[in-house]
């Protein structure tokens, strides 16, 4: 499975930002897709998640300025990130799940500058 991630770059803070993933080469269902950030020194943390059923979760920090959305017939998953905040900023990874395993994508940087 291949996760193509793309969408990060520098945006001001309170300005918003998109993200992209597209996965591709799965034998099984895609249960679920999710972004990760990961700030440096830092652990890799959950920041959104949208099963192939529709359900999201995210984490408190992010909860009401980010969303996200998924496309099932294409595997891609779109977070809109709103209100941007300095403490956003870090390496964005897309993660896939289906019946076999959990893949990741290469990491995007999302800078935000105050």
């Known amino acids: 499975v291949q996760l193509q991630a793309s969408g990060g770059g520098l945006v001001q803070a309170g300005g918003s930002l998109r993200l992209s993933c597209a996965a591709s080469?799965?034998?099984?269902?895609?249960?679920?897709m999710s972004w990760y950030r990961q700030r440096p020194g830092e652990q890799r943390d959950l920041v959104a998640q949208?099963?192939?059923?529709?359900?999201?979760d995210y984490a408190d920090s992010v909860r009401g300025r980010f969303t996200i959305s998924k496309d099932n017939a294409r595997d891609t998953v779109t977070p809109q990130m709103n209100g941007q905040k300095p403490d956003d900023t870090g390496v964005y990874y897309c993660r896939a799940q289906n019946y076999a395993n959990s893949y990741w994508g290469q990491g995007t940087l999302v800078t935000v500058s105050s």
């Open positions: 949208i099963t192939t059923y529709g359900t999201t």
């Open positions: 080469g799965s034998r099984f269902t895609i249960l679920s």
